[in-house]
């Protein structure tokens, strides 16, 4: 079992769970583990501010070790999976997306790809031993800042520079990566834009503001008469949009209206989808009524991304925004998924409203339940049990789950009569909290 390795990397409070000396052991261990394969250590991080005393550490480590590093400074996770895979080289992503600053985590990605349960296993081992290991004095590695990034703006721009679109839009960035780059993006094709909430200052990513808190934005898409809004996530691997109202659509209607212009394209293979089992079943059903075929996995970009592998299924991804287009990119990126849309609108020369209206939404309710031990809550079979007891009703799907990230369990009914669902929901937290209370 790992102890240190979540759904998404390593991920903690900083100076608490994440500390600069887990930092370096980290670097180090990447530099042992991989130096027969890989000649460079490329590092980048979001806008926190303990960013940068996480990238020295993991710097002094892989250096030491007899790793060379790059350091990319400030940007997007998706720019560092893009740059290791057209690079063969392995990275380390400092960031904590859609979580507040007093978090950071630590993301492995080796050609485009974060690393396979198997070798986070084995990256803890070195982790987890007592010393770290170091190169004679003539073997230390090298650091060095790269301009590399300015190939993944140009990687984009060549897939979607000859977008035209008179709507405008209206984008937030979370005080987050997206806005190190945006404007090189953007700022560089026929597209009507302003940016909100970029200005980083280490403390306030993701508060109040981007993908987790879109209040900001609706009210100012409905307030100035924007066409749409755009949001992003603390490290720009999620992206949701909202219509002229501003009214959020979330990952399921993205992929939808993505997948109609992708199958009309001849780009959609195997005319299928891949989702996670929290997916809207008004989702599925548009989708079966457009010939599009939904494959479900669990929780987890991981899983749907290895779904899509094994399937050969080039879209996929999650409510939250979190979606893969594996012709474009080799992970989840916002950035994709944002210029992706505006060219679905203008393919259909339809609006976002009407685009996403033809789409049935089941009322659905996702609620967290903070607790002390998620793993003592998730293991107590009165979960279980009352799960049977409504797993029997074919007007319902329950999901529990314990979070990847966080000390939370994660409670979602879905029904066809809200007031069922949201009874049903109430009954789950009043356990979850009951339960968490006796450990």
């Known amino acids: 079992m790992k102890r240190l390795f979540g759904t998404d990397g390593i991920r903690g409070i900083v100076n608490e769970e994440l500390t600069v000396d887990l930092a370096m052991k980290v670097g180090n261990a990447v530099a042992r583990l991989y130096s027969g394969k890989y000649k460079t250590l490329m590092i980048a991080k979001d806008t926190r501010n303990s960013g940068d005393m996480f990238e020295k550490a993991i710097s002094t480590g892989a250096i030491s070790a007899g790793m060379k590093v790059e350091t990319l400074g400030v940007v997007p996770t998706p720019t560092l999976s893009y740059l290791t895979n057209k690079k063969k080289a392995i990275g380390i992503m400092i960031s904590a997306s859609h979580n ?14 974060k690393i396979p349960d198997e070798e986070e296993v084995d990256l803890e081992k070195l982790i987890l031993s007592e010393n770290m290991e170091y190169s004679p004095y003539g073997e230390i590695g090298t650091v060095k800042n790269s301009k590399s990034k300015n190939e993944y703006i140009d990687y984009l721009l060549g897939c979607y520079g000859e977008i035209r679109s008179e709507l405008k839009s209206a984008i937030d960035v979370g005080h987050g990566a997206a806005g190190s780059i945006l404007k090189d993006i953007f700022g560089r094709m026929s597209l009507k834009y302003d940016i909100f909430n970029n200005k980083p200052n280490g403390f306030n990513i993701n508060e109040e503001c981007g993908s987790t808190e879109p209040g900001f934005l609706s009210k100012k898409v409905k307030t100035d008469g924007y066409d749409l809004g755009i949001l992003f996530d603390g490290d720009a691997d999620r ?21 109609l212009k992708m199958k009309k394209q001849g780009r959609l293979s195997k005319d299928s989808i891949v989702s996670t089992v929290m997916s809207n079943l008004g989702f599925e059903e548009f989708l079966k009524s457009n010939d599009i075929l939904l494959k479900r996995t ?7 991304l290895r779904k899509m592998l094994e399937d050969e299924i080039n879209i996929g991804g999650e409510q939250s925004g979190h979606i893969i287009f594996l012709d474009r990119s080799t992970t989840g990126d916002g950035l994709i998924t944002a210029l992706e849309t505006l060219e679905t609108l203008t393919y259909f020369g339809k609006s976002l409203d009407e685009l996403v209206s033809e789409i049935p939404s089941f009322p659905q309710l996702l609620k967290n339940v903070s607790v002390k031990d998620k793993k003592a809550v998730m293991l107590d079979e009165r979960i279980e049990k009352m799960k049977c007891k409504y797993s029997e009703r074919d007007d319902l799907r329950i999901v529990v789950r314990a979070s990847g990230t966080e000390h939370k369990i994660r409670v979602m009914i879905e029904g066809k009569d809200y007031n069922e669902v949201e009874k049903v929901t109430d009954k789950f937290v009043e356990l979850i909290e009951s339960i968490d209370k006796e450990c």
């Open 298 to 304: 669990s929780v987890g970009d991981k899983y749907v």
């Open 100 to 113: 507040p600053s007093i978090y950071n985590g630590l993301k492995v990605i080796a050609e485009g790809y």
């Open 239 to 259: 992206c949701l949009f909202l219509d002229k109202k501003g009214n959020l659509v979330d990952g399921d209607k993205l992929m939808a209206i993505n997948s």
